[in-house]
Each structure stands twice: as structure tokens, then as C-alpha cells.
T-cell receptor, first 115, second 113 residues
């Protein structure tokens, strides 16, 4: 079956702009979580959505937001972009979002460059 | 809070060498532990996991044992291949944290023929 699909794969924005990234989870998976990957900070958890509700949130400013639709597809939005937002944004899906019995399936990521 | 510390990289080995990547963790409860691997240009893939003390996770010749007394989850492989070249991440999750993984810094492994 198809894996986790993220779009766009690459994008370039300028400071102050906003960006929306999309994630389509594996069919049947109801949990979608987002991670930011940078050389300096590594992999950091942004948030998780389950059945259209945000279930968990990391320590990121309010400029970072997300949502999940009824078909489990998710989007994340970053407003008023800063240079430090340049990163690989990874989306991961899981069946129920409980890692003790399952696993996260990651997409290939959306690479955002802020100029 | 939770944290994961991995040995500093990068690590360069010759084919068929023995691999160890150290991982230690700090957690408030009884976490599950994972090793994820990221091949060039790809997303992360789960390599192996262990959900309780003394469990051993294994996959593709890689092994790691959950050691509660030393709060460690070291990754080992007896004979690495060129195709094992990738970045390896140790991670943990608490039972109540849903899909929230806490990752280590990652260790770049390069295997030369």
C-alpha cells in the first residue's frame, strides 16, 4: 500500500511569508504527527493529530499550527517565516498513535528554505 | 524531562566490521525504546524496538537490548555492509505520549567496501 506522502518536497520562501505543508497518511492510519529536523536541533516534535483533534504539542511558538481533516490528511502551517525555520519537516502516521504496540511511518519530508 | 544521548559521530567502518552505537536515555517513567534509520534522501524507518526492560529488539542483523539498570539501548551489528550506510537515531516514547518521540542527535554511519 502507498506510504506517507508529503507535498511539496522542496520549497523556498522569504522571511515574513507563510507556508502550508501537506501530509497524506497511510490508508487507515488515524494519527498524524509532525517533526522538524535541523542540523543544530535534530529531530523535534511539533504536534500530533488524531481523529481531527490535536492530541499533543511540542515546544514551538504559535506561528506553527496544524490541522487534520476527516480523511486523516493533515496540513501544517508556519506563519511569519524566520530564517531559523529552514528545516526538513517530516510527517509520520500510525494506526492508533500508541507507540508501545505500533510504529511510526515517516514520509520523505518537505524541505523548506527561508531566505 | 525526557532525553536521549547518542555517541558522537560520524562513524566510519570497513565492510564486515562490528558496529556499536551507544545510546543512553533519561525518562520519568517506563519508556519504550526505538532505533530508527534514515537512508540518504529518505524519511525515517523503524529498525527495531523494545518495550520493557531486558527486551531485545532485532531486525536485519541489528540488535539492541533495553537495559534499565544502565538506562541504555546500544545498537549492535556483527558484520556491517555498505548498504548499512545511513543515519541512525535512538528514540524513546512514554506510554502516555502518543506519537511523541524524543530523538537522540543521530549517528552518521559510513561503511566502506
Amino acid at each position: 500500500k502507498a506510504g506517507v506522502t508529503q507535498t511539496p518536497r522542496y520549497l523556498i520562501k522569504t522571511r515574513g511569508q507563510q507556508v502550508t505543508l501537506s501530509c497524506s497518511p497511510i490508508s487507515g492510519h488515524r494519527s498524524v504527527s509532525w517533526y522538524q529536523q535541523t542540523p543544530g536541533q535534530g529531530l523535534q516534535f511539533l504536534f500530533e493529530y488524531f481523529s481531527e483533534t490535536q492530541r499533543n504539542k511540542g515546544n514551538f511558538p504559535g506561528r506553527f499550527s496544524g490541522r487534520q481533516f476527516s480523511n486523516s490528511r493533515s496540513e501544517m502551517n508556519v506563519s511569519t517565516l524566520e530564517l531559523g525555520d529552514s528545516a526538513l519537516y517530516l510527517c509520520a502516521s500510525s494506526l492508533l498513535g500508541t507507540l508501545n504496540t505500533g510504529e511510526l511511518f515517516f514520509g520523505e519530508g518537505s524541505r523548506l528554505t527561508v531566505l | 524531562g525526557n532525553s536521549v544521548t547518542q555517541m558522537e559521530g560520524p562513524v566510519t567502518l570497513s565492510e564486515e566490521a562490528f558496529l556499536t552505537i551507544n545510546c543512553t536515555y533519561t525518562a520519568t517513567g517506563y519508556p519504550s525504546l526505538f532505533w530508527y534509520v534514515q537512508y540518504p534522501g529518505e524519511g525515517l524507518q523503524l529498525l527495531l524496538k523494545a518495550t520493557k526492560a531486558d527486551d531485545k529488539g532485532s531486525n536485519k542483523g541489528f540488535e539492541a537490548t533495553y537495559r534499565k539498570e544502565t538506562t541504555s539501548f546500544h545498537l549492535e551489528k556483527g558484520s556491517v555492509q555498505v548498504s548499512d550506510s545511513a543515519v541512525y537515531f535512538c528514540a524513546l516514547s512514554e506510554q502516555t505520549s502518543g506519537s511523541r518521540l524524543t530523538f537522540g542527535e543521530g549517528t552518521q554511519l559510513t561503511v566502506n567496501p
